[in-house]
């Protein structure tokens, strides 16, 4: 800010001399200077919670598909108990439909309100490769560049390895999702993976002072350079420049199939992680399941001006839909993360601390952690432990 | 054998040598003859030795990869397997127009015996020609990476119970090497999907399948993002598991297989994907069965071409000095004699080696034991010689 400010007062003093050689210095230097330094988003707490009306918060709900209406449900259900200052706009997105037109008004209305809660929205093969995934979609257009995923080892479930605590930073926008695809020949089709210095400039300044806010210590990038030269060897390339720029934190590459070795064998090792998009989705499954499964972990999509919040695996769950055996601890914790971005800290940890407490210490749980209990159980232990801390009380 | 089996059987063949067919009912008599006539002059060497020694061509390869080759061919002496082995090196010379190619007498030496072993080899920086690997890949085109993944009863990992192939298709995908920088700092990788590789792996995935008595087979594909490219892929599974209807045929898209593979490996059998997710698949399961120095792997050819190898690198730290393991060659041979039909010898190795290791005696240093190479090999030798 310091630099921005000095520019101004500069083309302050020479303003006289306007007409002159000089011009405006502010034109010249300006728009570089505004364009990284409006980048403050970091976990978003910077920019001031929008949409709020009359001490209370609208957010976008998106349902989706499979077990996303169910879960939310539960959401609604849990902040209705709580008396949560939030209201939630439902947008339907119906992914049988060819047309654009159901996603653009769940678009618009995400740029109204500036935060949503969402299911997975199922895409269709047998629609034409022109209908691209709804999901890619929602986040492209709203430039939603960071996918930020923290797998930690909860001491109420039982997994193969203990002890692990990665925060995965994904590039969200570019790289294998570009979804540019093209038959030139009948028989071959060539699918174009593009990286871009700005997108991977960015996605490295977010993972590093992702990193310095929350005190971490080293971060890896994930890559396939020795075989993608260009494309990945940009990629490591801007993040080796940005690490410059933080002393205090180690910097380490890796490449993504030894990652996945290693990540099956000593996942302790790790610390922050950040990776362009296709590996992302590897890296990040293969952590969620190391960790305890789909439905443990909690997933954010960051950008500019908007956050989105769903489960960190992004799944449908159609097989489960509707048989009251899913597990609602990602997406309360996701609602968690939104509240939290909404500067509601106070509610945010009562609720987490509420379903933590379910998961760690009453132990109940869903059948995926190979427990007995439905959604609803569940839910309402999580309302009771809520009940039992005393609600929060408003200041009138 | 029947007369449909007969036609479909010299249909296969004639796909394999290149012809293509339209229509699959009508094969004139005079093409049905021209093929028998072929087939009479070709005698292709059969799978099932039943007599007389094979020939394998082995590459040892640099760093420690002359150590573990003769701790193979020890260890094959010891069990009188009918294998003879016919030593080549394969650094890249350079032919004329400039070319890069593997030396020709290794070349001749692997066409006529279409079966090779093959250690590690280093990968030159900045020597100026392309990776080893690369080389042999092309040159005999190898289009299938086969990985069985199972678990070694005396080497303790996180992941018991693994037993799992995956199958990998190593000539295209995002592995094509086609790059280009279309403005300053924009980079664009174009991943190569064609209908002929994904047919010829898909296949290739089925009669494995069928071969080695799998119960099913999961293609492993990305299309609700790459809807074109792997959606061609995936076609042409589906078009294999048609002609295969004994062996079972599911989808999985690739982060659910992540998913579920490190929550529960034993619910997959056998896995075909493309290159990249081949690629990183295939060291996921490595990894869930204690890493690289305890994989085989093998890579398929056309022209019934085979080329086993292992997988780690060179070691050159530790190279001369009588300490690598040989496991990884080892399996990686054994499954080479069950390619050649040798399954008797290939189970007595096998079981010679896993004995070895549940026993923890003599065991090399990244098992975890603290015995040399030699040492690790004579006790295997003794094994085998024990059970004759």
Redesign the interface.
Known sequence: MASHSAVLSMSRLLSPFRGGLLGNPTKVFGTTLTSHRNKTLLTGDNIPPPAKYGGRHTVTLIPGDGIGPELLNHVREVFRFSCVPVDFEVVHVNSALETDSDMDNAITAIRRNGVALKGNIE?K?TLP?SV??RN?VLRTSLDLYANVMHCQSLPGVQT??KNIDIIIIRENTEG??S?L???SV?????????????NSLRIADYAFRLAREKGRRRVTAVH?AN?????DG?FLQCCREVASGYPEITFDSMI???T??????KPQQFDVMVMPN??G??V???C???VG??GLVPGANYGQAYAVFETA???TGKSIADKNIANPTAMLLASCMMLDHLQLYDYASLIRNAVLTTMNETRLHTADLGGQGTTSEVVQSIMRIIQSKGQLISEF | MAGKAWRSAIQNLLRQWGFSFNDMEKTKAQELSQVVGVMMRESPQPRTFIRGMQTVTLIPGDGIGPEISSSVMKIFEASKAPIQWEERNVTAIQGPGGKWMIPPDAKESMDRNKIGLKGPLKTPIAAGHPSMNLLLRKTFDLYANVRPCVSIEGYKTPYTDVDLVTIRENTEGEYSGIEHVIVDGVVQSIKLITEQASQRIADYAFEYARNNQRASVTAVHKANIMRMSDGLFLRKCREAAEKHKDVKFTEMYLDTVCLNMVQDPTQFDVLVMPNLYGDILSDLCAGLIGGLGVTPSGNIGANGVAIFESVHGTAPDIAGKDMANPTALLLSAVMMLRHMGLHGHAKKIETACFDTIRDKKVLTKDLGGNSKCSEFTNAICQRVQDME
């Not at chain 1, 009948?186 to 210095?197: A, Q, Y």
């Not at chain 1, 075989?227 to 494309?231: F, N, S, Y």
């Not at chain 1, 996945?260 to 064998?265: A, D, E, N």
């Open positions: 895409t093969h490769p691209k995934s890619n193969r390895h294998e999702y979804s695809e093209h038959e009948s028989g071959v089709v060539e699918c174009l993976k593009i990286i871009t210095r700005n396939k075989i993608m030269k260009l494309g940009l993504v199939d030894n996945t070795m290693q990540l099956v064998s296709l590996y989705n590897v990040s499954n293969v969620a399941g190391l499964g789909p695996t992004r799944n």
